[in-house]
DNA sequence: CTTGGAATGTCAACAAGGCTGACGTAAACT
DNA sequence: AGTTTACGTCAGCCTTGTTGACATTCCAAG
């Protein structure tokens, strides 16, 4: 497990003050499968509490980013869950069936839904993302701010720029330049 | 509901020599929200040269482990998945079908089966997995070599310490001692 | 040799959650 | 007035997961 640089020295000048990475297919496919552990792990708390109540992990998905940004419309969902409308929207039905999700008529524009979570909404929301929190946060305790800061960057680096710059700019607030 | 470190300022002694980190709600949500995302980027490369192909994720994963540990045994894969024998088989059965993974009665014990790629299953796992490489391997150039060690961290951190070590024995081949 | 249990294969039925296509409605834009 | 946009919805299909039941094969213990 212990990553050797297998071959020949090849294409090993250094980069400027940077040290070049030397990338073997065998690291990388390390990377690969510690992404498919970790998610798998990361996505096994919520899903042991969605077990039995009907819910499932597309659920979770809408009530966390709703949560996070409150009055979003569905377009805009659409788009963070890389899914269709119809997909998205049998979810949501039964959000709103069971009273965890509140969809308004746009104020502005008023083809649009603006969606929010409500009180029921928020409580699920606060113990599924608990669970998830809760493993995130001894993960970072235990590997350090260094650490996390590599984490954030890679996986950011992860992300097709587009989508990146989309979901940033939803994600900030409007009133966030300082 | 704990949780609001967001008001005073408490439990701050600082842990000697290591920095304590701060982790906000708001710290931890990103860090989740950036486990889906990058999750989403980087299952995409594959799924598109899937498509059409009448294969999806799951015969990927399957290619993957089998790639990585040929010999290894359906239960072994069972567990590295975390999937029921039942679905993995359907999965299984397809792909020896194509000939794509070869499917051997274990020399020791021939209740077991060992699974090995077949060429044409090396050529497609190959594939498959240069996408992902790809993406990996340009997040972590960008990212510099610091940041990939944190990402991995993090990472191996999040996972289940019981699962993380049956995949450490599974994965390092039996000679690894030195 | 018989029997129990383990590893595997397989059939059936079902559910979650993706997808496409088609259609409808209301609101906004031009 | 006509077109486009945003959304809802129905119908049908696919992948991939699940459980339950049962057959087979083989190792090991009695």
């Keep these: 497990m212990t990553l050797q640089a297998h071959g020949a020295a090849r294409g090993r000048a250094p980069r400027s003050g940077e040290e070049l990475l030397f990338l073997t297919d065998d690291q990388l496919r390390q990377g690969i499968e510690l992404m498919f552990f970790a998610y798998q792990a990361f996505t096994s708390d919520a899903d042991r509490i969605l077990e039995g109540q009907g819910l499932g992990r597309a659920h979770h998905r809408a009530l966390h980013f709703i949560g996070r940004c409150p009055g979003l419309t569905v377009a805009q969902l659409i788009d963070i869950l890389g899914v269709t409308k119809q997909s998205l ?26 969606l929010f979570l409500t009180p029921a909404g928020i409580a699920l929301e606060r113990q599924l993302s608990e669970a998830q929190r809760e493993r995130v946060r001894r993960a970072w305790r235990d590997a350090g701010s260094e650490a996390v800061a590599g984490f954030r960057r890679v996986l950011e680096g992860m992300m097709d720029p587009d989508k990146r710059a989309r979901v940033r700019a939803l994600m900030a607030p409007p009133g966030t330049g300082g």
Tied chains: 1, 2.
């Design 89 to 114: 929207n049998r979810v949501l039905r039964q959000l709103v069936d069971r009273d965890l999700v509140e969809s308004r008529v746009g104020a502005t524009d008023r083809r649009q839904r603006n």
